[in-house]
């Protein structure tokens, strides 16, 4: 059921695709489209599955302060958000989406964790943009990722396309590898369980708040 105080997050998600796709040439929306294929035929990163146990980590939030996730368990339900970073359009507009929907989600007893591999200084950045108050957290070399089956290498071919629009990873992520995780939005309860898995592999699309305030409904 979807809450009728909360806007559509896919519609704006649409919407940044048909501004993206007036902005930037036609080829490189095309190569952007067919990485998105070949990342979801490859079948290499399909995520953790619904009723598994949910891998514990503490990560630095943008703050500097160590977020241990089981700690947060122990007081209730967990939202992971994983995203991209703060150059990524989707991503912004995904966790400025979940910021409105807050309240909701803490008055089911839940928290927000959103994950990244960039560092603590763009976390900061993302914070700031979008007025968020949960955690940013900042998964370097995204071994959290890798754990949760969700990251990935870029292709040479799609690094050259990012580097010509000015996005380098090596600078907001503080690495060269050019890895990145799939977004992905989980649910873990105080059981530590993964209770509800969305990871897709096209960035444009994002799972609804009003779905996981659903999903916490039934918890």
């Known amino acids: 059921m979807k809450n009728a105080s909360l806007s559509s ?35 290499l990163v399909t995520g953790l599955k619904v009723g598994t146990q949910a891998p514990d980590f503490s990560l630095k939030d943008q703050n500097g302060t160590n977020v241990t996730l089981f700690e947060n368990t122990a007081h209730g339900p967990v939202i992971l958000l994983f995203y991209r970073g703060v ?52 998964d370097t070399g995204n071994e959290v990722a890798f754990r949760y089956n969700i990251a990935f290498k870029l292709s040479k071919s799609i690094r050259s396309v990012y580097q010509s629009i000015g996005i380098s990873l090596d600078d907001y992520n503080g690495a ?20 509800l898995a969305y990871v897709e592999a096209d960035y444009k699309r994002r799972l609804e708040p009003s779905q996981v305030l659903d999903m916490l409904a039934s918890l």
């Not at 991503?91 to 807050?102: D, G, K, M, P, V």
């Not at 089911?108 to 994950?115: D, M, N």
């Open 9 to 43: 997050l896919q519609l704006e998600l649409d919407n940044a695709t048909t501004q993206m796709e007036q902005m930037l040439p036609p080829e490189t929306v095309t190569m952007f489209e067919q990485s998105i294929l070949q990342l979801r035929a490859s079948g």
């Open 87 to 138: 150059w990524c359009p989707f991503c912004n507009i995904t966790l400025h989406a979940y910021q409105q929907a807050s309240a909701l989600f803490e008055a089911t007893g839940a928290r927000i964790l959103a994950i990244s591999p960039q560092s603590p200084a763009y976390s900061t950045t993302m914070q700031t943009n979008n007025s968020i108050t949960f955690p940013v957290l900042s």
């Open 176 to 195: 060269s590898s050019w890895k990145l995780p799939l977004p992905a939005t989980y649910v873990i309860d105080r059981a530590n369980i993964i209770r």
